[in-house]
């Protein structure tokens, strides 16, 4: 008996999933991320995160999404993850990941600043970070920022 409360659990899930699918892909609502109504509008998107690798382990979808409907995506990443002495290597990967998620080179920057330093019990100044950021947007243009906590 308790297979058939299984199988009609997993078909329910199923039909609920079916649902949402069909009633997604036709709300007005589908396509109106970063967009204004009308005409499409590319826009400057700066994704800032703190090391290298965050990216590709947080944002690869976001990023997808943006570089292959024409938007330009900015990354700035705030750190080199240089506590364990690879820096150089977490910086050679991130571009490498930036490479294969079709974001441009020349629109990925890595900060290496004393005071953004990785490290367990480090605490970054909230006036720097805003000053890095802020001199981004400002250079690029930027409409929309993407980043977490």
């Given at each position: ?46 994704l800032v995160i703190a090391h290298p690798d ?5 944002f690869s979808p976001t990023i997808n999404y ?84």
């Amino acid at each position: 008996m308790a297979w058939v409360l299984i199988v009609c659990s997993l078909v329910l899930v199923l039909v609920a999933c079916l649902c949402k699918i069909l009633h997604g892909s036709s709300s007005p609502f589908r396509n109106s991320f970063l967009n204004t109504g009308g005409a499409f509008h590319k826009r400057n998107v700066l994704l800032v995160i703190a090391h290298p690798d965050d990216e590709s382990m947080f944002f690869s979808p976001t990023i997808n999404y943006l570089t292959s409907t024409g938007h330009n995506l900015y990354v700035l990443c705030l750190s080199t993850r240089d506590a364990d002495g690879k820096g150089n290597i977490k910086k050679e990967e991130l571009y490498q990941a930036c490479e294969i998620l079709k974001v441009p080179l020349q629109q990925v920057k890595i900060i290496d600043h004393l005071d953004l330093q990785d490290g367990f019990g480090r605490v970054w100044s909230h006036t720097l970070l805003a000053s890095i950021i802020e001199e981004e947007i400002m250079s690029y243009g930027i409409d929309l920022i993407i980043t977490f906590d």
